[in-house]
């Protein structure tokens, strides 16, 4: 009986520093959730973001509205499963384009993350236009931000209130940075966002790409995902770091 009760109390010994070691590490639970593959957050979710950025969005799109204004959410939580989809239809698509491999992956990572890697799957992140002026065809390009561009009154709009409602620029036009291309469309809830960034660098990434169905990724190194990391994940705005 007695030794019955110290080989419990070991076990229990054993579990909570596993437990307790896990935590500085990263839980499967965060794993899951900043890489799109858990979708059991919906009731704290609000038009697919964490509440708290839907409410912050919320208030910030009253604000635009009252200066006429109307922004329009053109994409806002994606998950791993639909990331899956644009990168292979990408992939195979420049495939049958004849593009070798590498050249395959650095035209997709332009403007597309590798499945798992977006910040699309954390809840924080939305892309955003003005749903007045009438555009055809692709609505997230660069030159419809800028100048006369149908969209230069939300981008001037935004770039003076934004901030204060916690919203950031992501891929911003700063000519130093590298990785993704400018996205003046595409906004970061920073209060939730800086510390997801920091827990998300904690995720292996060569062993979540392991057993997925990623086309391609026989060509991504060691090396090449030293460098997406750095210039892809990491080349952000300084204000989201
Ligand atoms: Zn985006």
Not at 45 to 52: A, G
Not at 141 to 154: I, K, W
Not at 208 to 220: A, R
């Given at each position: 009986m007695t030794s019955f009760k110290s080989f419990k109390f070991v076990f229990i010994f054993c579990l909570i520093t596993q437990l307790s070691a896990?935590?500085?590490?990263?839980?499967?639970?965060?794993?899951?959730?900043?890489?799109?593959?858990?979708n059991d957050h919906s009731n704290?979710?609000?038009?697919?973001?964490?509440?708290?950025v839907a409410i912050a969005f919320a208030k910030m799109k009253q604000a635009a509205a009252d200066d006429g204004i109307q922004i329009k959410i053109i994409s806002s939580s994606r998950s791993f499963e639909r990331q899956l989809v644009i990168w292979n239809t990408k992939y195979s698509q420049n495939k049958k384009d004849s593009l070798n491999p590498?050249?395959?992956?650095?035209?997709?990572?332009?403007?597309?993350?590798?499945?798992?890697?977006?910040?699309?799957?954390?809840?924080?992140?939305?892309?955003?236009?003005?749903?007045?002026?009438?555009?055809e065809g692709?609505?997230?390009?660069?030159?419809?931000?800028?100048?006369?561009?149908?969209?230069?009154?939300?981008?001037k709009w935004m770039d003076i209130n934004s901030n204060s409602f916690g919203f950031y620029l992501v891929y911003t036009n700063d000519i130093d940075r590298k990785g993704f291309k400018y996205e003046p469309w595409h906004y970061s809830y920073a209060p939730l966002s800086k510390p997801f960034l920091k827990e998300y660098l904690k995720i292996n990434l060569d062993?979540?790409?392991?057993?997925?169905?990623?086309?391609?990724?026989?060509?991504?190194?060691?090396e090449f995902i030293k460098n997406y990391l750095k210039d892809y994940i990491l080349d952000i705005s300084p204000k989201l770091k």
């Open positions: 896990q935590k500085q590490t990263i839980t499967q639970a965060s794993v899951l959730k900043l890489t799109g593959q858990c704290d979710k609000k038009f697919d973001l964490i509440e708290d590498t050249d395959n992956i650095n035209k997709i990572i332009e403007y597309s993350t590798i499945p798992g890697t977006s910040r699309h799957h954390w809840g924080t992140e939305l892309d955003l236009i003005d749903a007045e002026p009438m555009v692709d609505v997230l390009l660069a030159h419809l931000f800028e100048d006369q561009g149908p969209y230069a009154l939300f981008k062993s979540l790409f392991k057993d997925k169905k990623i086309l391609g990724k026989e060509y991504f190194t060691e």
